[in-house]
């Protein structure tokens, strides 16, 4: 039966225990210390749904679904990942029959514990050896070796263990003439090597092996937590504690409690303490950066930077608080027993800026880093462990608005036009609903019980080149003869824009006035071309007790398509599109398909561009930033004409009023208007009927 001696001539081993408890000790005390960092963040429930939670864990952490998605790196990381759980497998069944007496180490298992624990294992090796090429030969742009040699140190570290197991067998099987050394058949290879050995030398080369292999493997778990092995731990964790359901509904800020003394967040204390935990989870892989549009045009934020930055600076945080808890032990009692009215009321921390500490915002994260940020979220779709970017943006863009007033100067007139007129173009609110009514359009007042409202928002109704999508989209409504109204003049801003520039006093009221009026009619059901209204209103207003069933345009005129209510006559000639897939619409709402299900159904022939679906390339326009000036760098709605140029398609399709806006004067500064032409799907499918 396959299986062979255990320990073999190993004496004293013990000895792994007392070595594995002091290792496991390092690991606990360091893990202690950054929990104490955590700890500096406000309370967050990040436990309410387990069972997805252990799903997420096999699924992105086992089974790598979201590393894999960049081939090199992930197939990288899963070999070494394996490799470890295998050769951890093989290391538990031998224990648990040489120092437990549970006799299962033979036969079949023995066949497979070799096999597997081999091939994985020098599948490790293979995975260690191309992220040093990946990082010493070929430096790649997006790594760093910010922790000075600490990353080199973790590979070395994770390679001798792996060659120094293999050599171990490859001694013991030329020592033992082991009858079943090839089930093991990296040792097998490598045992010829020491045939010439003596008994004695074998048996002396193994044991120092052994015992070698034995500190490298303890000091690989005790150092964990002081190097980027912590990933190990903290990175499951953030994928177990990750954000679900609808992502990017900021906090709501309760303007009516008067116990706020400040709105946003400018301070690290300010920030959840799972904020501050992604800070620790990150991997620094640089999958955020290299997907992010404002740095790959020359920007200077790097939203990498952005969350390590903040690690760094929780860690002086940290150090500062420590320092003044020892000087001040009431402090320190304080901090041991929170909840304790008393002792709060008696004792109070000081503030960053009273220990001399550097400003968040400014010091740390520059301001144009903040407003720099289009919302897309391309850099949380890549990231393979969840890190939350854009949220903490959003917070302290509300701090410099709400609290400092500062912002860009071009964000003052958009605020001041949705304020005044309850639309960014600053158009009198009295000619909101002039296009609509032109088209025969009848308001909620004059059609109280309609199918659908039909939201057009602001740039469907003020305006000029959205105003023909608006006009398209009633066409083909009234072709599939569906009941429809407008609100009308009392129709506002969605506020969305107000929002993710950090004006969210201004979203209050223009998102409080359209859904008193909505609620006011009854509104159960709205359309909007808007992705950007699509998402407020679907996603933000529901908190506001605004709870409507909200449809994206495009996937209204799919269902109506298929349901056979909007009949489509074909495009001739085989015209050939391709789509630009909207942030708000993609990544925030995974609508991707419907769109191009539309352009199938108009004849049109659909072609990608390089970045396309979860990876499409932001048009420059999300998070406000219509509104605001490109002053560093490329212009990103360039950038993105340039893609889709390059495919020479007939059509660039969106389905976003901003993004038609960006792609058209992308179109235009490259003068190139005779060559393609950027089109909505409402209009495109308007030809077809």
């Not at 469907?460 to 083909?476: E, H, I």
Request: charged share 20%.
């Amino acid at each position: 039966m396959p299986t062979r001696e255990l320990y073999w001539n190993i004496h004293g081993h013990w000895l792994v225990y007392p070595v594995f408890i002091i290792a496991v000790a390092f690991l606990i005390y360091g893990y202690r210390q950054r929990y104490h960092l955590w700890k500096l963040g406000q309370p967050e429930n990040r436990w309410k749904d387990v069972g997805t939670g252990i799903k997420d864990l096999l699924v992105y952490g086992l089974f790598h679904k979201r590393i894999l998605k960049d081939a090199y790196p992930g197939i990288m990381h899963f070999f070494i990942l394996w490799g470890f759980i295998f050769l951890a497998f093989a290391t538990a069944m031998l224990t648990l029959q040489a120092d437990f007496g549970i006799n299962i180490f033979h036969g079949p298992l023995y066949v497979f514990v070799k096999l597997t624990a081999n091939l994985f294992g020098l599948l490790a090796v293979v995975g260690v050896l191309m992220a040093i090429w990946r990082r010493y030969i070929t430096k790649s742009d997006r790594l760093d070796n910010k922790k000075g040699a600490g990353d080199g140190i973790v590979l070395a570290l994770i390679l001798a263990i792996l060659l120094t197991g293999f050599v171990i067998q490859g001694v013991r099987m030329a020592a033992t003439n082991d009858p079943w050394a090839y089930y093991g058949f990296v040792g097998y290879w490598i045992a010829p090597l020491f045939s010439g050995l003596s008994a004695e030398a074998l048996s002396t080369l193994h044991q120092i092996l052994w015992w070698t292999h034995l500190v490298l493997a303890m000091s690989f778990i005790g150092y964990f937590p002081y190097s980027k092995l912590t990933h190990i731990l903290l990175a499951p964790a953030n994928q177990f504690l990750r954000k679900r359901g609808p992502i990017g509904i900021p906090e709501k800020i309760d303007f009516e409690d008067e116990s706020l003394e400040t709105f946003g967040k400018s301070k690290l204390r300010e920030f959840s303490w799972k904020t501050l935990f992604n800070t620790d989870a990150c991997i620094r892989c640089g999958r955020c950066q290299d997907n992010c549009p404002a740095y790959l045009s020359g920007k200077h934020l790097n939203p990498k930077k952005v969350i390590q930055d903040m690690h760094d600076y929780m860690e002086e945080v940290g150090e500062a608080y420590d320092k003044y808890a020892k000087a001040h032990p009431a402090v320190a009692t304080a901090s041991a027993t929170q909840g304790s009215d008393e002792v709060a009321a008696t004792v109070e921390a000081p503030s960053e800026e009273e220990l001399g500490l550097r400003n968040l915002i400014g010091d740390v994260i520059p301001e144009e880093d903040l407003w720099a940020c289009t919302t897309c979220r391309s850099c949380e779709q890549q990231c393979p462990i969840f890190v939350e970017h854009v949220d903490k943006t959003v917070d302290m863009r509300r701090n410099l608005v709400l609290m400092e007033s500062r912002f860009p100067a071009e964000a003052q007139l958009a605020f001041k036009n949705m304020e005044n007129n309850g639309n960014p173009w600053g158009i009198g609110w009295t000619k909101r609903a002039e296009h609509m009514t032109s088209l025969g359009v009848p308001t909620l007042e004059e059609n109280p019980e309609p199918e659908i409202l039909y939201w057009p928002g602001c740039s469907g109704a003020f305006d000029a080149r959205n105003q023909k999508v608006s006009t398209a989209f009633v066409k083909l409504l009234k072709k599939a003869n569906v009941n429809f109204s407008i609100i009308g003049n009392d129709e506002k801003c969605c506020g969305d824009s107000a929002r993710r520039l950090g004006n969210e006093y201004l979203f209050f009221s223009l998102a409080s006035e359209n859904i008193e009026v909505m609620n006011g009619y009854g509104v159960k059901k709205i359309v909007t071309q808007c992705p950007h209204c699509f998402n407020v209103l679907k996603q933000d207003y529901p908190e506001f007790g605004g709870n409507y069933e909200v449809i994206h345009h495009t996937q209204y005129l799919n269902d109506l398509v298929k349901s056979g209510r909007l009949k489509l006559n074909k495009v001739g000639n085989n015209p050939t599109i391709t789509y630009h897939d909207s942030c708000y619409l993609g990544r925030y709402h995974q609508i991707y398909d419907e769109p191009r299900e539309l352009l199938k159904a108009a004849g049109f022939t659909t072609l990608e561009m390089s970045h396309h679906h979860e990876k499409s390339f932001c048009c420059g326009a999300g998070g406000g930033r219509m509104w605001l000036e490109e002053h560093e760098g490329q212009r990103i709605n360039e950038m993105r004409t340039d893609e889709a140029l390059a495919i020479q398609a007939d059509y660039v399709g969106t389905a976003c009023p901003f993004c038609l806006t960006m792609i058209n004067d992308g179109i235009a500064s490259r003068e190139a208007e005779e060559k393609v032409k950027a089109q909505d799907i409402a209009e495109i499918l308007a030809q077809g009927i």
